[in-house]
Protein backbone atom coordinates (compact mmCIF):
# COMPACT_ATOMS: atom_id res chain seq x y z
CA UNK A 1 0.00 0.00 0.00
CA UNK A 2 2.37 2.57 1.02
CA UNK A 3 4.47 1.73 -2.66
CA UNK A 4 1.69 2.86 -4.54
CA UNK A 5 0.70 5.85 -2.26
CA UNK A 6 4.60 6.94 -3.39
CA UNK A 7 3.68 6.12 -7.10
CA UNK A 8 0.87 7.80 -6.99
CA UNK A 9 2.11 11.25 -5.10
CA UNK A 10 5.12 11.20 -7.92
CA UNK A 11 2.52 10.35 -10.92
CA UNK A 12 0.58 13.63 -9.70
CA UNK A 13 3.91 15.46 -8.95
CA UNK A 14 5.41 14.62 -12.38
CA UNK A 15 2.09 15.65 -14.00
CA UNK A 16 1.94 18.83 -12.12
CA UNK A 17 4.96 19.78 -12.67
CA UNK A 18 4.03 19.60 -16.99
CA UNK A 19 0.82 21.47 -16.28
CA UNK A 20 2.71 24.37 -14.73
CA UNK A 21 5.58 24.53 -17.27
CA UNK A 22 2.96 24.20 -19.95
CA UNK A 23 0.61 26.64 -18.35
CA UNK A 24 1.82 29.01 -15.66
CA UNK A 25 0.68 28.69 -12.45
CA UNK A 26 -2.64 30.87 -12.79
CA UNK A 27 -3.96 28.61 -16.08
CA UNK A 28 -2.77 25.07 -14.26
CA UNK A 29 -5.67 22.88 -14.23
CA UNK A 30 -5.65 20.18 -11.27
CA UNK A 31 -8.32 18.48 -13.85
CA UNK A 32 -5.89 18.06 -16.46
CA UNK A 33 -3.36 17.12 -13.88
CA UNK A 34 -5.66 14.43 -12.93
CA UNK A 35 -6.00 13.37 -16.24
CA UNK A 36 -2.26 13.24 -16.68
CA UNK A 37 -1.48 11.42 -13.44
CA UNK A 38 -4.70 8.86 -13.79
CA UNK A 39 -5.77 9.89 -10.84
CA UNK A 40 -9.22 11.31 -9.32
CA UNK A 41 -9.25 15.11 -7.94
CA UNK A 42 -10.09 13.12 -4.79
CA UNK A 43 -6.19 11.55 -5.07
CA UNK A 44 -4.53 14.69 -5.42
CA UNK A 45 -6.43 16.41 -2.45
CA UNK A 46 -5.60 13.26 -0.20
CA UNK A 47 -1.67 14.18 -1.11
CA UNK A 48 -1.77 18.04 -1.59
CA UNK A 49 -4.36 20.56 -0.03
CA UNK A 50 -4.52 22.54 -3.70
CA UNK A 51 -3.06 24.07 -6.43
CA UNK A 52 -0.95 26.03 -4.18
CA UNK A 53 0.66 23.07 -2.06
CA UNK A 54 1.68 21.09 -5.25
CA UNK A 55 3.16 23.83 -6.74
CA UNK A 56 4.92 24.47 -3.71
CA UNK A 57 6.04 20.65 -2.84
CA UNK A 58 8.12 20.47 -6.67
CA UNK A 59 9.98 23.54 -5.83
CA UNK A 60 10.15 24.40 -1.79
CA UNK A 61 13.56 22.43 -1.75
CA UNK A 62 14.99 23.77 -4.46
CA UNK A 63 14.14 27.71 -3.44
CA UNK A 64 15.47 26.46 -0.41
CA UNK A 65 18.11 25.06 -1.19
CA UNK A 66 19.28 28.10 -3.56
CA UNK A 67 18.70 30.44 -0.39
CA UNK A 68 20.80 28.18 2.21
CA UNK A 69 23.92 28.35 -0.98
CA UNK A 70 23.67 31.74 -0.50
CA UNK A 71 23.78 32.39 2.72
CA UNK A 72 26.51 30.57 3.06
CA UNK A 73 28.44 32.44 1.26
CA UNK A 74 28.02 35.44 2.57
CA UNK A 75 28.40 34.50 6.37
CA UNK A 76 31.93 33.34 5.07
CA UNK A 77 32.63 36.59 3.81
CA UNK A 78 31.08 38.31 7.00
CA UNK A 79 33.68 36.55 9.17
CA UNK A 80 36.38 37.72 6.92
CA UNK A 81 38.46 40.40 8.96
CA UNK A 82 37.42 43.89 7.89
CA UNK A 83 40.48 44.59 6.48
CA UNK A 84 40.42 41.15 4.64
CA UNK A 85 37.14 42.20 2.72
CA UNK A 86 37.92 44.76 0.36
CA UNK A 87 41.01 42.28 -1.60
CA UNK A 88 38.17 39.15 -1.34
CA UNK A 89 35.45 40.95 -2.74
CA UNK A 90 36.11 40.15 -6.44
CA UNK A 91 37.60 36.48 -5.23
CA UNK A 92 34.14 36.03 -4.04
CA UNK A 93 32.77 36.25 -7.41
CA UNK A 94 34.86 33.95 -9.06
CA UNK A 95 33.81 31.37 -5.83
CA UNK A 96 30.62 31.13 -5.41
CA UNK A 97 28.67 32.46 -8.92
CA UNK A 98 29.85 29.60 -10.38
CA UNK A 99 28.21 27.32 -7.62
CA UNK A 100 25.03 29.20 -7.25
CA UNK A 101 24.01 28.82 -11.39
CA UNK A 102 25.35 25.68 -11.37
CA UNK A 103 22.81 25.12 -8.45
CA UNK A 104 19.98 26.67 -10.68
CA UNK A 105 20.81 24.15 -13.99
CA UNK A 106 21.14 20.94 -11.56
CA UNK A 107 17.26 22.27 -10.74
CA UNK A 108 16.56 23.96 -14.35
CA UNK A 109 12.62 22.59 -14.59
CA UNK A 110 12.04 23.66 -10.92
CA UNK A 111 13.45 26.84 -11.26
CA UNK A 112 11.79 27.70 -14.53
CA UNK A 113 8.70 26.79 -12.30
CA UNK A 114 10.12 29.54 -9.58
CA UNK A 115 10.62 32.16 -11.72
CA UNK A 116 8.79 32.08 -14.91
CA UNK A 117 5.61 29.86 -14.24
CA UNK A 118 5.20 31.49 -10.68
CA UNK A 119 1.62 32.62 -9.18
CA UNK A 120 1.65 36.50 -9.82
CA UNK A 121 4.24 38.50 -7.35
CA UNK A 122 5.57 35.08 -6.20
CA UNK A 123 8.67 35.14 -8.30
CA UNK A 124 9.11 39.39 -7.02
CA UNK A 125 9.21 37.87 -3.79
CA UNK A 126 11.77 35.43 -4.23
CA UNK A 127 14.23 37.92 -5.52
CA UNK A 128 13.16 40.31 -2.66
CA UNK A 129 13.90 37.65 -0.47
CA UNK A 130 17.63 37.03 -1.87
CA UNK A 131 17.77 40.72 -2.10
CA UNK A 132 17.16 41.33 1.40
CA UNK A 133 20.25 39.11 2.10
CA UNK A 134 22.11 41.29 -0.16
CA UNK A 135 21.35 44.24 0.96
CA UNK A 136 22.31 43.52 4.65
CA UNK A 137 25.48 42.09 3.22
CA UNK A 138 26.48 45.67 1.94
CA UNK A 139 25.23 47.01 4.73
CA UNK A 140 27.81 44.87 7.15
CA UNK A 141 30.18 45.32 4.60
CA UNK A 142 29.82 49.34 5.10
CA UNK A 143 30.19 49.06 8.01
CA UNK A 144 32.97 46.86 8.20
CA UNK A 145 34.85 49.82 5.81
CA UNK A 146 33.61 52.46 8.31
CA UNK A 147 35.63 50.19 11.37
CA UNK A 148 38.39 50.86 9.46
CA UNK A 149 38.13 54.97 9.19
CA UNK A 150 37.40 54.56 5.63
CA UNK A 151 34.99 57.37 4.43
CA UNK A 152 31.56 55.42 3.16
CA UNK A 153 29.51 57.86 0.74
CA UNK A 154 25.72 58.41 1.97
CA UNK A 155 23.97 56.30 -0.35
CA UNK A 156 19.95 56.03 -0.82
CA UNK A 157 18.21 52.58 0.62
CA UNK A 158 16.55 52.60 -2.40
CA UNK A 159 18.99 52.58 -4.85
CA UNK A 160 20.63 49.83 -2.47
CA UNK A 161 17.96 47.76 -2.91
CA UNK A 162 18.02 48.32 -6.49
CA UNK A 163 21.34 47.23 -7.32
CA UNK A 164 21.31 44.34 -4.82
CA UNK A 165 17.81 43.29 -7.13
CA UNK A 166 19.38 43.53 -10.62
CA UNK A 167 22.24 41.07 -9.30
CA UNK A 168 19.86 38.35 -9.41
CA UNK A 169 17.86 39.56 -12.18
CA UNK A 170 20.25 37.78 -14.69
CA UNK A 171 19.37 34.58 -13.44
CA UNK A 172 15.74 34.93 -14.43
CA UNK A 173 17.38 35.93 -17.93
CA UNK A 174 19.31 32.58 -18.26
CA UNK A 175 16.30 30.17 -16.92
CA UNK A 176 13.83 32.49 -19.01
CA UNK A 177 15.94 32.44 -22.71
CA UNK A 178 17.36 28.46 -21.70
CA UNK A 179 20.91 30.25 -22.02
CA UNK A 180 23.35 26.51 -22.16
CA UNK A 181 24.80 26.57 -18.86
CA UNK A 182 28.07 26.98 -19.56
CA UNK A 183 27.28 30.44 -21.41
CA UNK A 184 25.40 31.47 -18.07
CA UNK A 185 27.74 30.86 -16.07
CA UNK A 186 30.37 32.82 -17.97
CA UNK A 187 28.32 35.16 -18.07
CA UNK A 188 27.65 35.58 -14.37
CA UNK A 189 31.45 35.55 -13.74
CA UNK A 190 31.71 38.60 -15.91
CA UNK A 191 28.35 40.11 -14.63
CA UNK A 192 29.59 39.44 -10.94
CA UNK A 193 32.66 41.05 -11.90
CA UNK A 194 31.55 44.02 -13.51
CA UNK A 195 28.79 44.62 -10.48
CA UNK A 196 31.52 44.76 -8.24
CA UNK A 197 33.80 46.41 -10.29
CA UNK A 198 30.84 49.35 -9.52
CA UNK A 199 30.12 48.56 -6.11
CA UNK A 200 34.18 49.37 -5.41
CA UNK A 201 33.88 53.03 -7.53
CA UNK A 202 30.80 53.75 -5.40
CA UNK A 203 32.50 53.02 -2.18
CA UNK A 204 35.98 54.48 -3.10
CA UNK A 205 38.06 51.36 -2.20
Given at each position: MGNQSTKTEEAILRAGKEEFLTYGY???????????????????????????ALFEALTKEAAD???????????EF??????EQPEALMTVV??????????VYDHFEVFKLILCCNAPGASEAFFDKLARMEEQSCFDFMDALKS????VPEMKDSLIHILCRSFFQQIQEFVDHDVPREEAVSCA????KFQ???WRYILQI
Open positions: EKASLRRITAAASVTTGAIYGYFSGKEGLVCLYQESHGAALPPEDEYMPGMVNYMGHPLMLGHAG
